[in-house]
T-cell receptor, first 113, second 113 residues
């Protein structure tokens, strides 16, 4: 059974650029959540998607956005990158309903220079 | 404010020396408490879910317990391969959605041979 796939694994971008990260959830899972992990703040919730709809959003600026496609794959976009956006971005895959476990991908390491 | 606090921040053990990690939480409407293990540069790996006070789960050398205000992760006779950061997360009731996971900062465990 394939796990959660995140691409790319590593990215280096320049301040002011934008970036798109991709996440393919576990087959049959319809909910995807995104988290940002930094040494200082730990893991912080960005947003949650289910059936192509954003169901929940964390306390991040509007530069952070996301979407989900009909095949449950999800992308997140960060525009006008800042140095402080350097982090490990993690995608979590969940079954469609119920209080279920979140399974994480390996993450995308974004470095903004 | 809802929050999750893990202690200690770091723990160094000798191989075979049992100990416990603590996760205390102040949230309303707890729907579940989750333990994860994270190795450097990787995404969190799911370990346990606990739903109600008094519940216990075991897996190999790990045992997780839950009370109304905290959870413990007991590690019995640890081995060097148990070295990792252990993360605790809680999920609250949130209008029927999966909500988001609120993570603690983690306990970094080092087990020396």
């Amino acid at each position: 059974k394939a796990g959660v796939t995140q691409t790319p694994r590593y990215l280096i971008k320049t301040r002011g650029q934008q970036v798109t990260l991709s996440c393919s959830p576990i087959s049959g899972h319809r909910s995807v959540s995104w988290y940002q992990q930094t040494p200082g703040q730990g893991l912080q919730f960005l947003f949650e998607y289910f059936s192509e709809t954003q169901r929940n959003k964390g306390n991040f600026p509007g530069r952070f956005s996301g979407r989900q496609f009909s095949n449950s794959r999800s992308e997140m976009n960060v525009s006008t990158l800042e140095l402080g956006d350097s982090a490990l971005y993690l995608c979590a895959s969940l079954l469609s309903t119920g209080n279920t476990e979140a399974f994480f991908g390996q993450g995308t390491r974004l470095t903004v220079v | 404010e809802d929050q999750v606090t893990q202690s200690p921040e770091a723990l160094r053990l000798q191989e075979g020396e049992s100990s416990s990690l603590n996760c205390s939480y102040t949230v309303s409407g707890l729907r579940g408490l989750f333990w994860y293990r994270q190795d450097p540069g990787k995404g969190p790996e799911f370990l346990f879910t606990l739903y109600s006070a008094g519940e216990e789960k075991e897996k190999e050398r790990l045992k997780a317990t839950l009370t109304k205000k905290e959870s413990f992760l007991h590690i019995t006779a640890p081995k060097p391969e148990d070295s990792a950061t252990y993360l605790c997360a809680v999920r609250m009731n949130y209008g029927g959605s999966q909500g988001n996971l609120i993570f603690g900062k983690g306990t970094k465990l080092s087990v020396k041979p």
